[in-house]
């Protein structure tokens, strides 16, 4: 199975600050990674898809990068709707999620 | 507009079964990969399996901790995805999300809560 793991797990920011989120898989996953973003008690929102690759309607803000084992999210200037963890997601081989990122207000 | 509706959650014993429902529409269901995906509660998201498109077979797979327990199929209309769950545990208790998947998940129902206990 490949395993996903996001860092830091909880990490405290101001608006208009910029955000990075890392991801590791276990194994090289090409670019088969998407990332999330969910609101509590809501369903998760697709982000990026392809590593790069921005969903429609997503804001500009938000970019993702990295190929094979390592990927980032980006949020070039944090925004007060953008508090809420986030997620990301490989689907080379089935589905798994990393364990989440929470982004607070500092 | 794509919308995807769940229902069927529900408390129920351990051991016991039940079937999750996801209506669909907005897009042709036998020409997508749909997913469960369900988040114990406080907990990360936790891919449950999917069943391919019609034409790639209509195939399932699921992830360890349900196989060989949980059941993914579509109704003959072809509007409804199910989520059948047998032999529930107190591990089993969650929001159960279905979701369409090209990979990524694009769109994702409001979920419905599966709770197991005695």
């Known amino acids: 199975d490949i395993q996903m793991t996001q860092s830091p797990s909880t990490l405290s920011a101001s608006v208009g600050d910029r955000v990075t989120i890392t991801c590791r898989a276990s194994q090289s996953i090409s670019r088969w990674l998407a990332w999330y973003q969910q609101k509590p008690g809501k369903a998760p929102k697709l982000l990026i898809y392809l590593a790069s690759s921005l969903e429609t309607g997503v804001p500009s803000r938000f970019s993702g990068s990295g190929s094979g084992t390592e990927f980032t999210l980006t949020i070039s200037s944090l925004q007060p709707d953008d508090f809420g963890t986030y997620y990301c997601q490989q689907y080379s081989r089935y589905a798994t999620f990393g364990q989440g990122t929470k982004v607070e207000n500092k | 507009e794509v919308q995807l509706v769940e229902s069927g959650g529900a408390l129920v014993k351990p051991g016991g079964s039940l079937r999750l429902s996801c209506a669909t529409s907005?897009?042709?269901?036998?020409?997508?990969?749909m997913s469960w995906v369900r988040q114990a509660p406080g907990k990360g998201l936790e891919w449950v399996g999917h069943i391919k498109s019609k034409s790639d077979g209509e195939t399932t797979d699921y992830a360890a901790p349900v196989k060989g327990r949980f059941t993914i199929s579509r109704d003959v209309s072809g509007t409804t995805l199910y989520l059948q769950m047998n032999s529930l545990k107190s591990e089993d208790i969650a929001v159960y999300y279905c979701?369409?998947?090209?990979?990524?998940?694009?769109?994702w129902g409001l979920g419905t809560l599966v709770t197991v206990s005695s």
């Open positions: 979701a369409r998947s090209s990979g990524s998940f694009d769109y």
């Open positions: 907005g897009f042709s269901l036998s020409d997508a990969w």
